[in-house]
């Protein structure tokens, strides 16, 4: 199947810093891709949607100035954390279409685990 | 919008025994179901998913799920569990919203007893 790689696969920063992470498509190319955040114990909760050549959009109550997600490519999109508070710690999965449709299946990447001190 | 409820939070089975998790989903339209598995520290692998057509859907490492349309359902079972098979299970629902991500329920936690 397609695979979804994330980097890094594990981040640990300082209050009030920037995090990058990186989501990418190996053997596939990927006109949309999804962010997910899921806390300690709970679901997955969708974020935005990563579009190629656009801007993203955003879930209600996710702040688009904090969550900053750019799809440069075709098989790479990138979500910064600006100013990250410990609240922001979490796990953060991306993942994407092959075929540009969600309702084909999603590879999922394996995760960005973000501790913010 | 869409909704998606796992009512079991936890289900302890023993192994060899069968297995039966609970998925009931809200949406407007025909839904398009996907049942996926997570262990400790690796990502989310799909084990099955409903498009259309027949509603029992058989899956990876033995697993199946019906849709029951009536009862807005889809239950995901396994004849005999094995130990391997403990792990988080998500179903998850997409549409909706505009942005076609996937809605996922809150997840059962498989706890497998020898």
């Known amino acids: 199947g397609a695979v979804v790689s994330q980097h890094p696969s594990r981040v640990i920063c300082k209050s009030g810093t920037s995090v990058k992470i990186e989501c990418r498509s190996l053997?596939?190319?990927?006109?949309?891709m999804f962010w997910y955040r899921q806390f300690p114990k709970q679901s997955l909760m969708l974020m935005a949607t990563?579009?190629?050549?656009?801007?993203?959009?955003?879930e209600q109550g996710v702040e688009k100035d904090k969550f900053l997600i750019n799809h440069a490519s075709l098989t790479l999109s990138t979500l910064t954390v600006t100013s990250a508070h410990p609240e922001d710690s979490s796990f953060y999965i991306c993942?994407?279409?092959?075929?540009?449709?969600?309702?084909?299946?999603?590879?999922f990447g394996p995760g960005t685990r973000l501790t913010v001190l | 919008a869409q909704s998606v409820t796992q009512p079991d939070i936890h289900i302890t089975v023993s192994e060899g025994a069968s297995l039966e998790l609970r998925c009931n989903y809200s949406?407007?339209?025909?839904?398009?179901l996907f049942w996926y598995v997570q262990s400790p520290g690796q990502g989310l692998q799909l084990l099955l998913k409903?498009?259309?057509?027949?509603?029992l859907v058989q899956g990876i490492k033995g697993f199946e799920a019906e849709f029951k349309r009536s009862q807005s359902s889809f239950n995901l079972r396994k004849p005999s569990v094995h130990w391997s098979d403990a792990a988080e299970y998500f179903c998850?629902?997409?549409?909706?919203?505009?942005?076609?991500?996937?809605?996922f329920g809150k997840g059962t936690h498989l706890i497998i007893q020898p």
């Open positions: 993942s994407a279409p092959p075929s540009g449709g969600a309702r084909n299946e999603q590879f």
């Open positions: 053997d596939f190319q990927a006109t949309t």
């Open positions: 990563s579009n190629e050549g656009s801007k993203a959009t955003y």
């Open positions: 949406y407007g339209a025909t839904p398009y």
């Open positions: 409903y498009f259309s057509g027949d509603t």
């Open positions: 998850a629902v997409v549409g909706g919203g505009g942005a076609d991500g996937l809605t």
